[in-house]
Every structure is written in structure tokens, then in C-alpha cells.
């Protein structure tokens, strides 16, 4: 089992930069696959990123590719979503995700995770 915890949101100007962070505890952080996803008022819970056990491998969705980057570092138990060029529509509240998994492809889908944080807020005024 793993326990999440987000950090890292805040109000920032259209344009600015944010890095969320994602500190796991329990065992074995090295054998979840990641995942950051992101839900709006009034909309449902949206793809933003994965990456696999290793790193290896990572995805993300259409609207933030090219701005945003995940990443993780196993030996500390963290995972990071570093988001530039902010727009006003990326306002949401941001979660973390993880599942136990050794394969070599990433997890778009939210049903496929387990494990949850309790979300982190990011606000981006035009």
C-alpha cells in the first residue's frame, strides 16, 4: 500500500510556472506506475500525465503536451509535474495517482489507479 500527498499548487498569472510534487510513503514506490490527473468545477476527473515504474516511459495528454513534464525520482519516493507556460483553463484541482505495476507502458485511464491523494489546488489567472 502507498499514501500520496500533493504539493506544490498556488494562483499563478497566465504564462507562469508551477512544479507540483507527490511524496508517496509505504513500500516499494519503484513498483508504481504514476499519474497525474486534474478536475475542474463541474467537470469530471481528466487525464494530464503518466509515467511508468522506472520512468521509463511517459504520456500525456494532448492539451498540456509540450508545457508540462513529469518525472519521478525513485530514491526519494516522489513524483513531480513541472507545468509551464500556464493557461487560465489549466485551473484545477490536481491529484496523484498510483497502481502497482512492472509493465512497460503508462496508464491513461483513472478506473486503472488505486491509490489516491487528496488533491492540490492550481489556479491560473488571465
Known amino acids: 500500500q502507498v499514501q500520496l500527498v500533493e504539493s506544490g499548487g498556488g494562483l499563478v498569472q497566465a504564462g507562469g510556472s508551477l512544479r507540483l510534487s507527490c511524496a508517496a510513503s509505504g513500500r516499494a514506490f519503484s513498483t508504481y506506475a504514476m499519474g497525474w490527473f486534474r478536475q475542474a468545477p463541474g467537470k469530471e476527473r481528466e487525464f494530464v500525465a503518466a509515467i511508468t515504474w522506472s520512468g521509463a516511459s511517459t504520456g500525456y495528454a494532448d492539451s498540456v503536451k509540450g508545457r508540462f513534464t513529469i518525472s519521478r525520482d525513485n530514491a526519494k519516493n516522489a513524483m513531480y509535474l513541472q507545468m509551464n507556460s500556464l493557461k487560465p483553463e489549466d485551473t484545477a484541482v490536481y491529484y496523484c495517482?498510483?497502481?502497482?505495476?512492472?509493465?512497460?507502458?503508462?496508464?491513461?485511464?483513472?478506473?486503472?489507479?488505486?491509490?489516491w491523494g487528496q488533491g492540490t489546488q492550481v489556479t491560473v489567472s488571465s
Open positions: 495517482a498510483a497502481v502497482r505495476s512492472l509493465g512497460s507502458s503508462y496508464r491513461r485511464d483513472h478506473k486503472m489507479y488505486d491509490y
